[in-house]
């Protein structure tokens, strides 16, 4: 079929096509060549089949993120809900006997775990929110702020979040932000870089604010959602007597006393100062403009348009809207008239609430957004269940899911198996959900398959917050495709460039080769660079606008991309051969033994090693059925579990299976591991605020055993 017919049948007609037909209409034709090639280093730039004129406007024409609210507020109807919130209604406390071994010592102690109960949602709707917006920007300019200055806003996500950035939007401000789990030294990093005089956080937030208070000179309003006790603003107002501190509605009150006109942005004009989560050093803020923002709206309503978007659309908001995945995707939900319900990681499921739903049951979503680890949760805690399963039980769902992966694949209806063996696990996740999307770390294709069959269709997106989120996406003609990140977003192009001393090339010898290299983008969702930060922005901004992302990417066949790996985390070993930590990493988590895991690759040595976070409820059980010890007499504690050498052999035989699994060459196995009874997390230094290892402090923490490692080699 020619482009023309494709994109007839397709960009024209698309709502009408069945979902069933997608894989024939565009085939094996993804992307096109948007350009001549460049060799030696660099292959030609491509675009998405459907859009060979790069998209930065939706066809609503908003052009600023100002004008997506308001604009949604003109095109829908004046009940259709926008923003909806849960309320705590009180804090149940239940008495829990725990079971600890500490040196060989049995204990038993009581603790009191903490749950919530949580109201029905309300809503706002777009006309609500427009209003509301309006008069805390009055607010803001009352409490002294103009138009292009700066707010961070220090929070996890929710309603509030959002309607604190419009709020600024609506006077030509804009914002920073910093994750809710940044502590003193990155938080203190990133207001002083921005000079901020007025900061937007959350009440049980207020104690870290009064810590970094004194190192801030630039700080002057202190405004906060929530419950805060008079304690707390007392004890913040003794600490910093020049502070001003307001709740979000005595701001909104003063903006309605006070009321002036709006003062729309400009395309041009920043949205957000976005701080990366700092895996390898300080946070860099990276400058967004509207027009950014703006580009992947008008990708997305072409790639998604067709399937989401009804009146009974629901998003499920609880990733990190402190990073750009979150930030970009609300926004392209708002421009097409869904619901956005707020969730929190705390009160996601019915296992973390007493006397109400789980957030994802409560609200049914339709659509939702997580990180690899989210879908590695639930696949795992479904793949337990099966493990205890009567065998019958377990051959029924194994016959099920590779029949339903064949119709997937097939572009043909599931809807019987659905409703006979995967209902259960759909009920889980609110039974309504149409569509999937993953991002932010590479997700393995057998969780990929798994999600896609189980529960909903799964497309997995690559991006970095220089790009405002995706670069590329798969599409739904892509279910039944595990491996790629789909074709280029259609307000980018991509191209691959040579990395040198290695053997990727867009220009590989051997014709059975695919085009591999570091992937470049230039398109309307691009950065405009790092604040302050010229001489960085220059290394990756080149004069004729491509971004150079550090990743190796790799053309496939039908014009997908597949990401291998980071640049920077290639390691050449001492026998030539160059391994990608962040894929063997990636793909050892489907290890039922794995929590975290980090690859340590000596350039000096022929094979990789690695540190180990494992679950102790599998090793437990592990422990049990190898009898390696009298539990009559002596319970072990973690760390002895962590340290048995059968245990380590057996976890270690799993993760290599898994290995196998994925094709890895034996450079590519981990050699030997070192398991860690500790878990880690932002507040310990070991994962950045959105929850990637850091790998030097990582290194450090573990030299001894990194080194241990290598010896038994040697």
């Known amino acids: 079929m020619s482009l023309a017919a494709n994109l007839a049948a397709w960009g024209v007609a698309a709502v009408a096509v069945p979902a069933m037909l997608v894989k024939s209409t565009l085939g094996r034709n993804l992307?096109?060549?948007?350009?001549?090639?460049?060799?030696?280093?660099?292959?030609?730039?491509?675009?998405?089949?459907?859009?060979?004129?790069?998209?930065?406007?939706?066809?609503?024409?908003?052009?600023?993120?100002?004008e997506v609210l308001h604009?949604?507020?003109?095109?829908?109807?004046?009940?259709?809900?926008?923003?909806?919130?849960?309320?705590?209604?009180r804090i149940v406390e239940e008495e829990m006997v725990v079971t600890k071994v500490v040196a060989g010592v049995e204990t038993k102690e009581t603790k009191v775990w903490k749950f919530f109960e949580l109201s029905e949602y309300s809503w706002m709707t777009y006309k609500d929110a427009v209003y509301a917006t309006q008069q805390i920007g009055a607010g803001l300019r009352k409490l002294g702020m103009k138009p292009q200055?700066?707010?961070?806003?220090?929070?996890?996500?929710?309603?509030?979040?959002?309607?604190?950035?419009?709020?600024?939007?609506?006077?030509?401000?804009?914002?920073?932000?910093?994750?809710?789990?940044?502590?003193?030294?990155?938080?203190?990093?990133?207001?002083?870089?921005?000079?901020?005089?007025?900061?937007?956080?959350?009440?049980?937030?207020?104690?870290?604010?009064?810590?970094?208070?004194?190192?801030?000179?630039?700080?002057?309003?202190?405004?906060?959602?929530?419950?805060?006790?008079?304690?707390?603003?007392?004890?913040?107002?003794?600490?910093?007597?020049?502070?001003?501190?307001?709740?979000?509605?005595?701001?909104?009150?003063?903006?309605?006393?006070?009321?002036?006109?709006?003062?729309?942005?400009?395309?041009?004009?920043?949205?957000?100062?976005?701080?990366?989560?700092?895996?390898?050093?300080?946070?860099?803020?990276?400058?967004?403009?509207?027009?950014?923002?703006?580009?992947?709206?008008?990708?997305?309503?072409?790639?998604?348009?067709?399937?989401?978007?009804?009146?009974?659309?629901?998003?499920?908001?609880?990733?990190p809207l402190a990073h750009v995945l979150e930030f970009a995707l609300e926004h392209v939900s708002m421009y097409l008239g869904m619901a956005i319900g707020y969730g929190g990681v705390r009160t996601l499921t019915d296992s973390s609430v007493r006397n109400c739903k789980g957030d994802i049951r409560e609200l049914r979503p339709t659509f939702m957004a997580g990180v690899p680890a989210v879908w590695e949760t639930i696949r795992k805690g479904v793949m337990a269940k099966l493990n205890e399963a009567k065998s019958t039980q377990r051959a029924i769902f194994d016959m099920a899911f590779n029949l339903k992966w064949f119709l997937l694949q097939m572009g043909m209806p599931t809807g019987f198996l659905d409703a006979v063996v995967f209902k259960a696990v759909q009920q889980q996740t609110g039974g309504r959900l149409k569509l999937i999307l993953s991002g932010g770390a590479p997700l393995p294709p057998e969780s990929h398959k798994f999600i896609t069959v189980c529960v909903c269709p799964l497309v997995q997106g690559y991006g970095l917050t220089e790009t405002c989120g995706p670069l590329s996406v798969q599409t739904m003609m892509e279910i039944g495709t595990v491996g790629t990140v789909g074709a280029p977003l259609p307000s980018v192009e991509l191209k691959l460039v040579a990395v040198e001393e290695t053997a990727y090339t867009p220009f590989p010898d051997d014709p059975n080769v695919n085009p591999r290299g570091e992937v470049w983008a230039r398109g309307s969702s691009i950065m405009s660079g790092y604040y302050k930060q010229p001489q960085l922005t220059a290394e990756v901004l080149t004069d004729d606008g491509w971004f150079k992302t550090g990743d190796i990417g790799e053309w496939m066949p039908d014009g997908a991309l597949r990401i291998i790996d980071r640049k920077k985390n290639l390691v050449k070993l001492s026998n030539g051969e160059y391994v990608a930590i962040e894929k063997l990493e990636s793909q050892y988590k489907t290890s039922a033994f794995v929590a975290n895991i980090c690859i340590y690759a000596d350039s000096l040595e022929a094979f990789v090693v690695g540190i180990v976070v494992p679950i102790e409820k599998e090793l437990r059980t592990l422990a049990k059925s190898l009898s390696l010890f009298n539990t009559a007499q002596h319970e072990p504690d973690f760390a002895e579990l962590c340290a048995h050498p059968e245990i380590i052999k057996k976890v270690l035989e799993d993760i290599r299976s898994a290995g196998r699994r994925a094709n890895f060459k034996p450079a590519e196995l981990v050699h030997t591991i070192t398991l860690i009874p500790e878990e880690w997390t932002p507040q310990n230094g070991m994962l950045t605020a959105a929850q990637k290892i850091k790998r030097p402090e990582i290194a450090k923490k573990y030299a001894a055993a990194i080194k241990k490692m290598y010896n038994k080699k040697n």
């Not at 730039?45 to 998209?55: E, F």
Request: with cysteine; proline share 8%.
């Open 149 to 319: 200055d700066k707010l961070t806003i220090f929070a996890s996500t929710c309603r509030d979040w959002m309607l604190m950035a419009h709020a600024c939007y609506s006077q030509s401000m804009y914002i920073t932000t910093a994750y809710d789990t940044l502590g003193e030294e990155g938080l203190t990093f990133s207001l002083n870089e921005c000079e901020i005089a007025t900061l937007f956080t959350q009440a049980d937030l207020l104690p870290m604010v009064k810590k970094i208070g004194g190192a801030v000179p630039t700080l002057k309003n202190i405004i906060y959602t929530g419950k805060a006790t008079d304690d707390q603003i007392n004890a913040l107002k003794a600490a910093h007597p020049h502070l001003t501190v307001h709740s979000l509605e005595e701001v909104r009150q003063l903006g309605a006393r006070n009321p002036v006109e709006p003062i729309p942005p400009k395309p041009e004009d920043l949205c957000c100062i976005m701080y990366t989560s700092g895996s390898t050093g300080n946070p860099k803020g990276v400058m967004l403009t509207h027009a950014a923002i703006l580009g992947v709206v008008a990708a997305a309503e072409l790639i998604f348009g067709p399937y989401l978007g009804d009146n009974d659309d629901v998003m499920l908001a609880f990733l």
């Open 71 to 89: 604009d949604g507020a003109r095109r829908f109807k004046p009940s259709q809900r926008l923003f909806g919130a849960r309320d705590v209604l």
């Open 31 to 66: 992307a096109i060549d948007a350009g001549p090639a460049e060799p030696p280093t660099a292959g030609n730039p491509r675009r998405h089949v459907l859009s060979p004129g790069l998209r930065a406007v939706p066809s609503h024409e908003a052009r600023t993120l100002y």
